[in-house]
């Protein structure tokens, strides 16, 4: 009986300390935010405060991609630029994400994805039409 009563309370400090382990999960159960920004003045400007983002925006001329990011973001959040071209190819180059500068296809829309590593780091790219 002894043995099962010390077997109980090492089982109950498990299930507690795992449990005050999962209040702690920011990510995959953390908040998410939308943006769509105008670009303007041949930019596209966002700030990224959650550990998802997601920002669309349509792009006219060529263009710089520039992110402001909140101090509390840590690695491993996830950030996707979404951008759509007008009927001419546009260049876009990034200012606050790491990146090589992209060129976008004429009426086509591209998705970014960025990795919070100590900074935002492009990790794919695919043209989605």
Known sequence: MKKFLIFAVMMTGMVIAAQSQ?????YPFGAAEYQSVTA????VQFTVSNRVSWV????????VVKATVASHITNGAILYVE???DGTNRTVTFSGLTGPSTTF???KTRILTFVYRGGYKLVSSAQIN
Request: charged content about 10%; glycine content about 0%; cysteine-free.
């Open 105 to 107: 296809t004429a009426s």
């Open 83 to 85: 951008l759509a071209a």
């Open 56 to 63: 669309y925006s349509s792009i006219d001329s060529t263009t």
């Open 40 to 43: 303007t003045n041949d930019s």
């Open 22 to 26: 999962a209040q702690t999960l920011q």
